[in-house]
Nanobody, 124 residues
């Protein structure tokens, strides 16, 4: 059983910072990438940032220069440092493990897994 647990959300004033953490646990052989997505009220879930197992990071245009993703794939953790937060960043933030295997090929398939989410609210 694979589980992703996020932490670090909360209420912050505009211009402030927060750091989100996510750790994956369970029977895990490999993870191709980990990332963060967010979903604001009444909107679809959208990409925030992802990082591959070899360290390649990808960001949405709306967070470039303000957010930084980092990870330790050996420890199955991913972080999101969020600076210069804006009210538009208010959303539930979800951690995702992409193309995760629970055993070496060909003994397992690749699946994506999601955490339960952590709320980030940016408001004065």
């Amino acid at each position: 059983q694979v589980q992703l647990v996020e932490s670090g959300g909360g209420l912050v004033q505009p211009g402030g910072s927060l750091r989100l953490s996510c750790v994956a646990s369970g029977t895990i052989f490999s993870i191709a990438a980990m990332g963060w997505y967010r979903q604001a009220a009444g909107k679809e879930r959208e990409l925030v940032a992802t990082i591959t197992s070899n360290g390649y990071a990808n960001y949405s245009d709306s967070v470039k220069g303000r957010f930084t993703i980092s990870g330790n794939h050996a420890k199955k953790t991913v972080y999101l440092q969020m600076n210069s937060l804006e009210p538009e960043d208010t959303a539930a933030y979800y951690c995702k493990a992409e193309r995760l295997r629970t055993a070496p090929p060909p003994f397992s398939y690749e699946y994506d897994y999601w955490g339960q989410g952590t709320q980030v609210t940016v408001s004065s």
